[in-house]
T-cell receptor
Framework: GQQLNQSPQSMFIQEGEDVSMNCTSSSIFNTWLWYKQDPGEGPVLLIALYKAGELTSNGRLTAQFGITRKDSFLNISASIPSDVGIYFCAGHKYGGSQGNLIFGKGTKLSVKP | EPEVTQTPSHQVTQMGQEVILRCVPISNHLYFYWYRQILGQKVEFLVSFYNNEISEKSEIFDDQFSVERPDGSNFTLKIRSTKLEDSAMYFC?????????????FGSGTRLTVV
C-alpha cells in the first residue's frame, strides 16, 4: 500500500530544545496534516496544509507543505513537557479518494524536564 | 469545543462474537469515518460514510465489517465474528465537508480486545 515515510521514529530531547520531524512519499499529495496523539486518546489535528510551499504556524508549531508535494516537515520550537506524545503526518494522495487519509508511522517525542 | 464521542472506551470480547462500536459524530458534520490502530502501529483507514451509504472502504473492511447510521446522531461499526487480529484501537472521525478541506476530528477511540 501507499507509504508515508516518517522520521525520526523517536526523539529524546531536553526541555527548551527545538524539534524537527518530516514525512516523505514517492507520490504526490494534495494535503498534508499533522496530528498529535496522547496515550489512550485519538489523534488531534495540529496543522493542515493545502498548497505546495505553504508554511503555517500554530503557536510554537510550524509546518510546511513541500514544493514537490511529496514531503512535509513539522517543527516545534522551545519544547515543553506537555509536547510529549506521538506525532503523525497524514495526507491525501493526489488522484486518490477523498475517503482515505494515509498516515505515517509516527514520531514518538519524549521531553526531559 | 465539539467532540466526537465513542463508547465503550474498552471492550473485551471472545473470538467469534459480534461487537458493535458506537460513535456520536459532531452534529453538523456530514462525513463519517472509521479508522483502526493496532497497538504500536500507524492509524489505518477502514471506511468512509456519507449520505447514508459507504463512500469508500479499504481492504481491511471485509464482509465481517459493517457500518450503520441508525438514527440522526449515532454511527456504528459492527464486527460480526471477531478474530484475534481484530484487537486494536478503533477510532471514529467526522468532518464537516470533504476531508481534504477541513481534516478530521477524531474520537478518543474504543480499545477492542479479542480473547
Amino acid at each position: 500500500g501507499q507509504q508515508l515515510n516518517q522520521s525520526p521514529q523517536s526523539m529524546f530531547i531536553q526541555e527548551g530544545e527545538d524539534v524537527s520531524m518530516n514525512c516523505t512519499s514517492s507520490s504526490i499529495f494534495n494535503t498534508w496534516l499533522w496530528y498529535k496523539q496522547d496515550p489512550g486518546e485519538g489523534p488531534v489535528l495540529l496543522i493542515a496544509l493545502y498548497k505546495a510551499g505553504e508554511l503555517t504556524s500554530n503557536g510554537r508549531l510550524t509546518a510546511q507543505f513541500g514544493i514537490t508535494r511529496k514531503d512535509s516537515f513539522l517543527n516545534i520550537s522551545a519544547s515543553i513537557p506537555s509536547d510529549v506524545g506521538i506525532y503523525f503526518c497524514a495526507g491525501h494522495k493526489y488522484g486518490g479518494s477523498q475517503g482515505n487519509l494515509i498516515f505515517g508511522k509516527g514520531t514518538k517525542l519524549s521531553v526531559k524536564p | 469545543e465539539p467532540e466526537v464521542t465513542q463508547t465503550p472506551s474498552h471492550q473485551v470480547t471472545q473470538m467469534g462474537q459480534e461487537v458493535i462500536l458506537r460513535c456520536v459524530p459532531i452534529s453538523n458534520h456530514l462525513y463519517f469515518y472509521w479508522y483502526r490502530q493496532i497497538l504500536g502501529q500507524k492509524v489505518e483507514f477502514l471506511v468512509s460514510f456519507y449520505n447514508n451509504e459507504i463512500s469508500e472502504k479499504s481492504e481491511i473492511f471485509d464482509d465481517q465489517f459493517s457500518v450503520e447510521r441508525p438514527d440522526g446522531s449515532n454511527f456504528t461499526l459492527k464486527i460480526r465474528s471477531t478474530k484475534l487480529e481484530d484487537s486494536a484501537m478503533y477510532f471514529c472521525a467526522s468532518s464537516e465537508a470533504r476531508q481534504g478541506d477541513y481534516g478530521y476530528t477524531f474520537g478518543s477511540g474504543t480499545r477492542l480486545t479479542v480473547v
